[in-house]
């Protein structure tokens, strides 16, 4: 009888955000795009039926990349780049809006869809996912001389429907014996890549990879190790795990040497509870709260808008509002505020939020803003948590509102980003 093996695959959607728009835009196929623009970039129709695109090299303001096509990758362009950076290097790439929107409509297609061969998932995200292939029928099979044939069918038949049912997307897999491992796998072979690797295939496809390429070995731990002569992941494996834990610690050290040997046995999550939810955004260009309220005012809504959306999209009411800014000097404050009860109406949400702005000195101008739902529960659970505290009255806990920190009013008068506010300006 055949050893069973344990057949964990990572599925990374390829340049998801920007393959996304180009299943909109099909006339960009070949061209470097790269999406981070605002709504000013947006694609303009002519009477021809043509479309005039924005293009980097027209771009001000102080915005980053959010992902970019493969000939933009090549061009030196990734995301996270800041846009005007971006633009020196690829000047004549296009540049599209972001739209979170069409980009969560696709990730739960991708995902029902793999759903449908393989339904023990983890999510890692809106465009990635572990999928634990080890009991799925036909995985264990041999095929032909192929071992592995069975599972490499398998993960094909994924790819297709992805493809099939996104209309057009394409992914990269990787399937190994474990999480760790299959993360390294699905970027060997980017893009549209399946790739399939055994314990045996570490000294030939895993060794000679960067450090940086084992998820977990970040800037600083890289750096250390290059001082200390170790580049590669082999590198790593060469070293004594005393050796690493003088030199790294006993967790750290320990974990850098089962890493570069392929060992990790972490189940796949497959459920869980967000602690918050958020939305924020940066702007081209910094805003002032007095003289740009209208266009703040409309953004800060929107984003109160989005937040409640997302908490009654995913069945969750928030007890605790919280906003952040980033000012001009790069210096970032926020605020919270706790609800007599949770809510997930986005009127509700959008007054504690300008409660939370009243206690924030606006003389400055603004880059950033986001908005935060923390204390997540469902209503089921918060009615529980009544109805205990209705049989228990000696164990009820004081009104929220009177345990939240009060703090002074700001030593100003700045309208605070809505039309009210401007009756005491």
């Not at 967000?274 to 266009?295: C, G, I, Q, Y």
């Not at 000696?394 to 309208?415: C, D, M």
């Amino acid at each position: 009888m055949s050893t069973r093996r344990r057949l964990i695959a990572h599925l990374d959607m390829d340049a998801f955000y920007a393959s996304v728009e180009l299943l909109r835009y099909p006339d960009l196929r070949g061209r470097p795009v790269v999406v981070g623009g605002g709504r000013r970039h947006q694609p303009e129709t002519l009477p021809d039926g043509t479309r005039r695109y924005s293009l980097l090299r027209d771009y001000t303001g102080r915005g980053v990349i959010t992902t970019s096509t493969y000939e933009a990758r090549a061009m030196g362009v990734f995301s996270a780049m800041g846009t005007m950076k971006a633009a020196a290097l690829a000047p004549n790439a296009v540049l599209l809006p972001v739209d979170f929107e069409q980009y969560r409509l696709y990730s739960r297609k991708f995902k029902a869809a793999v759903a449908e061969l393989a339904p023990v998932i983890e999510d890692r995200g809106i465009d990635e996912i572990y999928i634990d292939l080890t009991d799925v029928p036909g995985a264990q099979d041999t095929v032909g001389h192929d071992p592995l044939g069975g599972v490499r069918a398998l993960a094909l038949e994924i790819k297709n429907n992805v493809k099939r049912v996104t209309g057009g997307l394409t992914c990269s897999i990787g399937v190994t014996p474990n999480k760790l491992l299959s993360k390294i796998a699905s970027e060997l072979d980017k893009p549209d890549g399946l790739t399939v690797l055994t314990m045996d295939d570490l000294p030939t496809r895993v060794w000679p990879l960067a450090a940086r390429k084992i998820n977990g070995i970040g800037p600083k731990a890289a750096a250390k190790l290059a001082e200390l002569g170790i580049h590669t992941v082999g590198d790593i494996a060469q070293r004594e795990r005393d050796w690493l834990v003088e030199r790294f610690g006993r967790s750290y050290g320990a974990w850098l040497n089962d890493a570069a040997w392929g060992r990790d046995d972490r189940p796949l999550v497959t459920h869980g509870e967000p602690v918050s939810m958020s939305h924020e955004t940066t702007f081209d260009r910094d805003l002032h709260a007095k003289r740009d309220r209208a266009e703040l005012g409309a953004i800060f809504t929107q984003l109160c808008e989005r937040l409640a959306a997302d908490l009654s999209r995913k069945g969750y009411v928030t007890q605790t509002v919280g906003i952040k800014l980033r000012f001009d000097d790069f210096k970032s404050v926020t605020r919270d505020l706790t609800l007599p009860e949770p809510t997930a109406d986005a009127a509700a949400i959008r007054r504690a939020a300008g409660e939370c702005l009243k206690r924030v000195d606006l003389s400055r101008r603004l880059r950033l803003l986001g908005v935060r739902g923390g204390k997540l529960m469902t209503p089921g659970e918060w009615q529980a948590r009544q109805a205990r505290a209705a049989a228990n009255p000696g164990r009820r806990v004081k009104p929220a509102e009177t345990t939240v920190a009060q703090e002074p009013p700001a030593a100003y008068n700045l309208p605070l980003f809505d039309s009210a506010a401007d009756e005491a300006v």
